[in-house]
């Protein structure tokens, strides 16, 4: 009888111990879920600003005398926008280079990566914030809103 109690305490712990490890991941995942989505909202709007860009060279090259600073101000902001993407994109696999491999961590190191990819989430908003602006930007400079 005395075994089978140490047992089941043994269990109990063991139980325990997975559930918050599970807790700190669960937490880890959601965090990173929350920085993924911010890069997949600002992702598809990669090729729209190649077109913008695209466009605007065109109207500020076929232009005679003084190019207009609006274009010009609005294909500057998308290529800032673009190279903030690629950035945070470069930034964020050497930061995180494992972020897709399976990881058997503690509860702690669970919360101590949460903590590093924290930052983050201001980071990929910032980024997906200036990718929309610079596109509504250029979009209004063209007229195409």
Not at 81 to 106: I, Q, R, Y
Request: hydrophobic share 35%; glycine share 2%; proline share 3%.
């Amino acid at each position: 009888m005395e075994k089978i109690i140490l047992l089941f305490s043994v269990c109990a712990v063991l139980m325990s111990c997975q559930e918050e490890t599970s807790q700190a991941k669960e937490d880890y995942d959601k965090t990173l879920k929350e920085v993924f989505a911010y890069h997949d909202e600002a992702m598809p709007k990669m090729g729209e600003i190649a077109n913008l860009i695209a466009t605007l060279e065109k109207k500020t090259t076929l232009e005679t005398g003084e190019p207009d600073e609006k274009l010009l101000k609005a294909e500057e902001r998308l290529k800032q926008a673009h190279d903030h993407m690629m950035t945070w994109m470069k930034d964020f696999s050497e930061n995180f280079p494992d972020v897709h491999t399976e990881k058997d961590l503690s509860e702690e190191e669970w919360q101590k990566e949460k903590k590093k990819l924290e930052p983050e989430i201001t980071s990929a908003k910032k980024m997906r914030d200036d990718v929309f602006e610079s596109v509504a930007y250029g979009k209004k400079v063209l007229g195409e809103d």
